[in-house]
């Protein structure tokens, strides 16, 4: 006698679950294009989901972009931290680790992207407010990660801003004397 079929079972994500899916891809379309050049539909359709349940998980688009920026300061948040700890925990400069580890995101067009298209939408208050929790968060990891003086945390800043401008010109890739000083000044 033959055994009866087995019914597949259908596990059904979680509105937690289809948010996160529905972030991961929408870094992918915001990306390149920002609040203003996206739609709402192109993020569904990369997401595989409708627009109208898109605009259940994010009643906006800009509450959608929001989401996407959060998403994106937490896996540099992340990265850093980890990169802290780690190095803290080998003997190596923090500082030092947690500046790889956000170079190395830079490689990663999504989360380049993403944050420079964030600051230019920070003329909308919720993403002006997106930003400053972004860079609150990040100042705080970096201040308990490396005990370094005021002076230095904001020069850390400034040389990350400055490695988001080269990485969206992609300068390595330019041997002219003004980019290579850019990139590759000492002293």
């Known amino acids: ?4 079929a087995k019914k597949s079972v259908r596990t059904l994500s979680t509105a937690d679950e289809r948010r996160e899916d529905v972030l991961r891809t929408a870094m992918k379309v915001v990306g390149p294009r920002g609040l203003y ?13 409708s627009q109208a349940y898109l605009f ?7 509450e959608l972009f929001v989401a996407v920026l959060g998403r994106s300061f937490k896996r540099i948040e992340d990265a850093m931290s980890e990169a802290g700890a780690s190095a803290r925990a080998q003997g190596r400069p923090v500082r030092d680790a947690m500046a ?19 600051q230019a939408a920070a003329t909308e208050p919720a993403v002006r407010d997106a930003l400053r929790h972004g860079f609150r968060m990040l100042y705080e990891m970096v201040e308990r990660e490396w005990p370094a003086s005021p002076v230095e945390v904001q020069a850390f800043f400034a040389h990350g801003m400055l490695c988001n401008v080269i990485a969206a010109m ?18």
């Open 1 to 4: 006698m033959a055994k009866p």
């Open 100 to 118: 790889e580890a956000y170079t190395d995101l830079l490689r990663d067009p999504e989360v380049l992207l993403t944050q420079l298209q964030g």
């Open 56 to 62: 259940r998980l994010f009643p906006t688009k800009t």
């Open 170 to 187: 992609q300068l390595g890739d330019l041997h002219d004397r003004w980019a290579e000083v850019l990139t590759n000044a000492e002293g």
């Open 37 to 49: 050049g996206t739609s709402t539909m192109d993020v569904a359709a990369a997401a595989g989901i």
